[in-house]
């Protein structure tokens, strides 16, 4: 069965650190991009950062010098070192994947998107 698992969702004060971590089955992570999508409550989904195949790795402005995306492909796994966490980035945290090797459609064409996490809650409050 193809599936990606979301874990490492958590409630943490603000300027705190999480770590988030995605999981690949039934097929070969490492062949193509990974990234995190955010839904906030009463929020828009957005995108929130990618890791290509080949390890290039962009970021939304909004998280850019606090998060940090890195991938184990000897595990299937990507993951999301959130550092710095503010109220504003509470959210349910999906990772997905469009099976391209590159991140430039990920979050331009979310429909794309062919494997969906099932999300992860990160709640930053005091």
């Known amino acids: 069965q193809v599936q990606l698992v979301d874990s490492g969702g958590d409630l943490v004060q603000p300027g705190g650190s999480l770590r988030l971590s995605c999981t690949a089955s039934g097929f070969t992570l490492s062949y193509y991009a990974v990234g995190w999508f955010r839904q906030g409550p009463g929020k828009e989904r957005e995108g929130v950062s990618c890791?290509?195949?080949?390890?290039?790795?962009t970021y939304a402005d909004s998280v850019k010098g606090r998060f940090s995306i890195s991938r184990d492909n000897a595990r299937n796994a990507a993951f999301l070192q959130m550092d710095a966490l503010q109220p504003e980035d509470t959210a349910v945290y999906y990772c997905?994947?469009?099976?391209?090797?590159?991140?430039?459609?990920?979050?331009?064409?979310?429909?794309?998107?062919?494997?969906w996490g099932q999300g992860t809650l990160v709640n930053v409050s005091a």
């Open positions: 890791i290509s195949s080949m390890m290039a790795t």
């Open positions: 997905a994947t469009d099976r391209r090797t590159i991140c430039d459609y990920l979050f331009a064409a979310p429909g794309g998107v062919e494997v």
